[in-house]
């Protein structure tokens, strides 16, 4: 079974094919698909989402790139969380972006901080956004001390980078982008990196894989992922496919036999 652990099937992108793309995925393989939100609008179309199947599961969330009313924000997801707990697997997605353009950097270890402690006290995973932050997210993870850890979406950090998130108990997400063909840094970490840290996501509808840039990315492709991470690694699809949904279904509490 495959599991997309990261895709925004929300996102109005999908307005006009919603079940057709679905569909799709579920020729491919996909088992289970994690739709996390990004801000407080999005929270409840996630949740009336992933309540139509249940190979939907909804993480709930503030991006770092969005806009947020910090102190409205912050409550409503905290409502949200304590009303819909037995439903949600993770808060996310959430973490730090240090691109130029991107929210105040203050602003943004806040708005993380706050998160980090939600996820601390409704003992939940966290799905991380970290763009060029790693080291920062990193240090506020050591504080927090999150009883449970959770997956470092699209992971693009070192190897020491990435150790580091493993001593914390976090699997590292792999998508679209080790499928590029200049992507050399990551392609080896995704070779050589322990098998038992990665998991597989998508970013749909963003991340798309060599060879469609420019186009809509679905959940469907993460089929492709892993058979690009397999051949990478020189394993067999049944043995990646295996140790990638334990990795997923550990770590965000997941009974892969239920979907």
Not at 26 to 45: C, H, K, M, Y
Not at 112 to 120: D, E, G, P, S, T
Request: with cysteine; proline share 5%.
């Amino acid at each position: 079974m495959l599991i997309d652990t990261h895709c925004h099937l929300d996102f109005p992108d999908f307005d006009t094919d919603r079940d057709a793309v679905i569909e799709r995925a579920l020729e491919a393989g996909v088992g289970a698909i994690i739709v996390p939100s990004v801000t407080v609008d999005n929270v409840q179309r996630v949740l009336d989402l992933c309540a139509a199947s249940s190979r939907f599961y909804p993480a709930l969330g503030l991006h770092p790139c969005f806009s947020h009313d910090p102190e409205s924000a912050l409550t409503a997801l905290e409502q949200a969380l304590q009303a819909h707990r037995q439903e949600v697997v993770a808060v996310g997605e959430i973490g730090l972006d240090f691109r130029s353009g991107q929210p105040d950097v203050r602003q943004q270890e806040s708005l993380l901080v706050a998160q980090l402690q939600l996820a601390k006290a409704h003992d939940l995973p966290v799905l991380l956004h970290a763009v060029r932050s790693h080291d920062a997210v990193l240090k506020q993870l050591r504080r927090a001390e999150l009883p449970r850890a959770g997956i470092v979406h699209a992971f693009s950090g070192s190897e020491q980078q990435a150790r580091e998130y493993a001593r914390l108990g976090f699997k590292l997400g792999f998508g679209g982008a080790c499928t590029h063909d200049r992507a050399r840094k990551l392609q080896r970490l995704a070779t050589e990196l322990p098998l038992e840290w990665l998991v597989l996501e998508t970013d749909a509808p963003d991340m798309p894989l060599q060879g469609h840039q420019g186009e809509r990315n679905e959940p469907g492709q993460v089929a492709v992922v892993a058979a690009h991470l397999a051949a990478l690694r020189g394993i067999s699809l049944e043995e990646l496919l295996t140790r990638t949904c334990a990795n997923a279904a550990q770590v965000l509490g997941l009974d892969p036999g239920q979907s």
